[in-house]
């Protein structure tokens, strides 16, 4: 994968969880443009699920669930949510992730470089 564009996707990860936790299954969505107002991360199911597996890694980003609350989740876990059908309820049994404190210096070294772009 090269650099910059996974930079780019990164940058679009941390910005669609930027102010709410976003349901993980909404990265696969082939409308991800129109469902997040904003340019596609264009990575594949694979090169997504490794780049998800390295921000949970380094504690970059949580995942969350009702039942479970905050939790780093496992390689199988990213692969299960990212397959979730979309609940929309109040009460979800989806799971969601957003960014940690981890992530402050990096995304704002992004937004630098693409925060024009999108």
């Known amino acids: 994968m090269e650099q910059n564009r ?7 990860i941390y910005k669609y969880a930027e ?3 976003i349901c993980l299954s909404e990265l ?3 409308d991800i443009e129109e469902a997040m107002n904003r340019s596609p991360h ?7 699920i490794i780049l998800l597996n ?6 970059k980003l949580v995942a969350m ?4 609350g905050f939790f780093t989740p496992t390689l199988e876990e990213i692969e299960q949510a990212l397959k979730e059908e979309s609940d ?3 009460k979800s049994n989806n799971t969601f992730y957003g960014l940690t404190t ?17």
């Open 65 to 68: 669930t009702d039942k479970r």
């Open 6 to 12: 996974i930079n780019f996707a990164k940058y679009q």
């Open 102 to 118: 981890g992530a402050t210096e990096e995304f704002r070294g992004l937004e630098e470089l693409y925060g024009e772009e999108t």
């Open 28 to 30: 696969v969505r082939d």
């Open 42 to 48: 264009n990575l594949s199911a694979d090169e997504l």
């Open 19 to 21: 102010e709410l936790f």
């Open 88 to 90: 929309f309820m109040w």
């Open 54 to 59: 390295e921000l949970f890694s380094e504690h």
